[in-house]
């Protein structure tokens, strides 16, 4: 399998210590840790319900489903006093290394096979502490659950102590991924929740386990806000919804969709929808063609299978600006190129600042699935996130027609097909 992320022409940069132990939170931090995490969770008026954990120590596996920065905040508070390490993306250690490092965090890069995590996951255990882990490894796009890792099963096998959920509610209305504004919305709610004991890890086959695991992580944030009456009155609440819904129900255009408001709108055809203060979607003329979101984007995920499963998914050369991020210091400029997402996987080509040639190449079996952001940090615009063991590529396309949401599921889809291919289970979290 070739996987390429380095420049054809090797640039020395210092790389983050991934090897580096993992350090138990230092214990004039936790206060602070708390400090942090009880006003927001105040503030959203969370009810943590304990589901077989009440008295439980550590050590224990803690696996999170994830929608917004609230999902670490509450997790703080579902433990509290236990003392834990969190893994975390590469990207969130920029600027404050030492910090993070000191109050627990381990550094991952999003979407690689990587035996060192596994090992500082044991250290974890061995520490009697808290191993938390994020396995959707990104913010849900839709605020449904994520596909997660085939190894997932035989991790918790591994580490054989028990394992328990945090299954949160509301922080993805609250704080969408496609619109990062906080709407205020409370109650929210989650379930702290035992889901093996070490005996039960002992006994069941990892598929199992990964089974169960999916069964707990079948979650849906728009019908829960439905169910619960919760509303948004922000009047924004629509604004950036369509990063994620690209595609037009009503002419199948692509990459024409925008919104405004409370509106989401089609600029070839003209149809619109408005978003009411339920998170529903209502046709302002004409059917409504999908008036629960999750339902939308699943019908552009069907769409992308079609492609796949007829082999013609192309984005097309895009033309792209990299930024890398071999330490976490702060991203460095590489340089401009193109980037190709087809049946063949990813394939990042261009040249450096001084003029030396640099590749990355993703195949298809490399990768289950991809990290996405959406104007990344107010100012770069959207871009795709690339991993290898030892670098990190943002990777922009620019002057273009293009959706990360789309190359997002395309992943995805591609994966699975390979899988049914060679005859191989597909990665479990798409029950």
Same mark, same amino acid.
């Given at each position: ?9 090797? $640039? ?34 969370? +009810? ?16 999170? #489903? ?43 890069? $999003?979407?690689? #096979? ?18 938390? %882990? ?25 580490? $054989? /102590?028990?394992? /328990?959920?945090? %299954? ?12 990062? *504004?906080?709407?205020? /919305? ?43 009456? +919760? ?18 129900? *009503? ?20 149809? =619109? ?41 192309? =984005? ?10 071999? #330490? ?50 107010? $100012? ?6 690339? #991993? ?44």
């Amino acid at each position: 399998m070739h996987e390429k992320g380095r420049p054809a022409v090797k $640039k020395e940069f210092e790389r983050f210590d991934m090897k580096r132990p993992p350090e138990r939170t230092r214990w004039y931090l936790r206060p602070l840790t708390y400090l942090l995490s009880a006003p927001d969770v105040a503030r959203h008026g969370a +009810v943590i319900r304990r589901v077989g954990t009440e008295g439980l120590r550590p050590p224990y596996v803690m696996l999170c #489903n994830h929608n917004a920065f609230l999902d670490f905040k509450v997790a703080t508070m579902a433990i509290w006093p236990a003392r834990a390490n969190y893994v975390v993306a590469i990207d969130g250690f920029i600027g404050r290394e030492e910090l993070l490092r000191k109050v627990g965090c381990i550094c991952k890069r $999003k979407f690689t #096979n990587d035996i060192t995590l596994v090992r500082q996951l044991k250290a974890v255990i061995d520490n009697g502490d808290v191993a938390m %882990i994020y396995p959707e490894a990104r913010y849900s796009l839709c605020g449904t659950t994520a596909v997660l890792p085939a190894s997932l099963g035989k991790l918790c096998k591994l580490l $054989k /102590v028990p394992v /328990v959920t945090l %299954i949160c509610h509301g922080h993805h209305v609250n704080s969408p991924f496609w619109n990062l *504004h906080d709407r205020g /919305v409370r109650p929210t709610e989650a379930e702290f929740s035992l889901l093996f004991t070490p005996e039960e890890l002992e006994s069941t086959p990892a598929d199992e386990l990964n089974r169960r695991i999916v069964e707990a992580f079948q979650y849906d944030d728009f019908a829960w806000q439905k169910e619960r009456g +919760v509303r948004t009155p922000y009047a924004g609440r629509a604004e950036g919804l369509h990063k994620v819904l690209y595609q037009c129900p *009503h002419c199948g255009t692509e990459f024409r969709m925008s919104s405004r408001g409370t509106q989401l709108f089609c600029e070839s055809c003209g149809k =619109s929808w408005t978003m009411s203060e339920l998170g529903e979607l209502s046709a302002d003329e004409g059917e409504t063609e999908f008036s629960h979101i999750p339902n939308w984007y699943e019908w552009e995920r069907a769409n992308v299978r079609r492609e796949v499963a007829e082999g013609r998914y192309s =984005s097309g050369e895009l033309p792209v600006t990299v930024d890398t991020l071999p #330490n976490a210091r702060k991203f460095i400029r590489l340089g401009e190129g193109t980037m190709v997402h087809d049946m063949d996987g990813f394939t990042v080509r261009g040249t450096d600042v001084d003029g030396d040639p640099f590749e990355m190449r993703k195949p298809v079996p490399s990768l289950y699935s991809c990290h996405i952001e959406y104007e990344y940090l107010g $100012k770069h615009g959207d871009c795709v996130d690339l #991993n290898t063991l030892e670098d990190t590529w943002y990777i922009y396309p620019h002057d273009c027609d293009f959706a990360v949401t789309k190359m997002a599921l395309a992943t995805e889809e591609l994966y699975f097909a390979h899988c049914r291919a060679i005859g191989r289970p597909c990665p479990p979290g798409l029950a």
